[in-house]
Nanobody, 124 residues
Framework: QVQLQESGPGLVKPSQTLSLTCTVRGDSITTTLSYWGWIRQPPGKGLEWMGAIAYEGSNYDSPSLKSRTSISRDTSKNQFSLQLSSVTPEDTAVYYC????????????????WGQGTQVTVSS
């Protein structure tokens, strides 16, 4: 079974770049037709899909966040990462990495496997 674990700082200052890494166990991020995404949930709000990277390395970008997000991967470590630039307090949320084998849902929050989530607070 796929296991995902987010890691990164829990506190980021406004205007800085938020960087998170997801370590994957139980599957390879290059497995054919696998998709690896980032999803967040601000306090009191619903899930927001942020972007994804596919098994062959192509990216799927959220139109609302595209200018600030970058998703990359390190296949040697079986990890993929999120960078969100120019953060504001509105970026405070629980951030999840997730996995899916369903291409039609890759741009939605409907993923099959999830990490436990990591709280990120943007504050000076």
């Amino acid at each position: 079974q796929v296991q995902l674990q987010e890691s990164g700082p829990g506190l980021v200052k406004p205007s800085q770049t938020l960087s998170l890494t997801c370590t994957v166990r139980g599957d390879s991020i290059t497995t054919t037709l696998s998709y690896w995404g980032w999803i967040r949930q601000p306090p009191g709000k619903g899930l927001e899909w942020m972007g994804a990277i596919a098994y062959e390395g192509s990216n799927y970008d959220s139109p609302s966040l595209k200018s600030r997000t970058s998703i990359s991967r390190d296949t040697s470590k079986n990890q993929f990462s999120l960078q969100l630039s120019s953060v504001t307090p509105e970026d405070t949320a629980v951030y999840y990495c997730a996995a899916s084998n369903r291409w039609v849902l890759v741009t939605t929050p409907q993923y099959d496997y999830w990490g436990q989530g990591t709280q990120v607070t943007v504050s000076s």
